[in-house]
């Protein structure tokens, strides 16, 4: 019995592994209000190597609609403020001395609803993800019934606690999407 769990242990790592992923890709997605995840993907050429711009410099949300960026260093404010202009966010930075700050422009009704279509999407997609887990650890547990490891009714109780599992993650997912779309449609 001992497979089974690492099978469902294993199905919930990866189950979870899709949630996580959903949950980064919709931080990007710009919403009208300042949020500092919003530059995680962003890179910035410190010391030769390509960084997140929060490990060169302070990120801050000053206001709902304001990020204020301090670089550690004065000479990254023209790579900083590059690499912001050439990200795919569309945002202009503003800058006053060595603090680069970003206005948040306010979201038009049409950008809203094409922008809870991506948050559809990307749900889908993590639903799809989830139920590909499931098919896996499904697949797992019938080659343990074909080796006679397990019996019949072994496999029909563990594929009932891998549906649960994969049910209550797909329940995560809506979660998160809904969150996101209130979030946008809010504003």
């Known amino acids: 019995m001992s497979d089974v769990n690492s099978i469902k242990n294993d199905a919930t790592k990866r189950m979870q592994k899709?949630?996580?992923?959903?949950?980064?890709?919709?931080?990007?997605?710009?919403?009208g209000r300042a949020n500092a995840a919003l530059l995680d993907h962003v890179r910035v050429?410190?010391?030769?190597?390509?960084?997140?711009?929060?490990?060169?410099?302070s990120v801050t949300v000053e206001d709902a609609r304001t990020i204020s960026i301090t670089p550690w260093e004065k000479s990254l404010v023209g790579a900083i403020e590059k690499a912001i202009l050439t990200s795919d966010l569309g945002l202009t930075p503003n800058t006053a001395g060595t603090t680069i700050r970003i206005v948040m422009p306010p979201l038009t009704e049409e950008r809203r609803r094409d922008l809870t279509k991506v948050v559809r999407s990307e749900a889908e997609s993590a639903k799809v993800a989830i139920r590909n887990v499931r098919r896996d650890a499904n697949q797992a547990i019938k080659d343990l019934e074909k080796a006679k490891q397990i019996s019949a009714d072994d496999v029909k109780r563990a594929e009932a606690e891998i549906q649960k599992l994969t049910d209550q993650f797909v329940a995560k997912v809506d979660e998160v999407a809904g969150a996101k779309e209130k979030e946008l449609l809010s504003m």
Request: proline share 4%; glycine share 4%; no cysteine.
């Open 18 to 31: 899709s949630v996580d992923t959903l949950k980064s890709e919709l931080m990007k997605l710009r919403t």
């Open 45 to 57: 050429e410190y010391y030769g190597s390509e960084v997140p711009i929060s490990q060169a410099a």
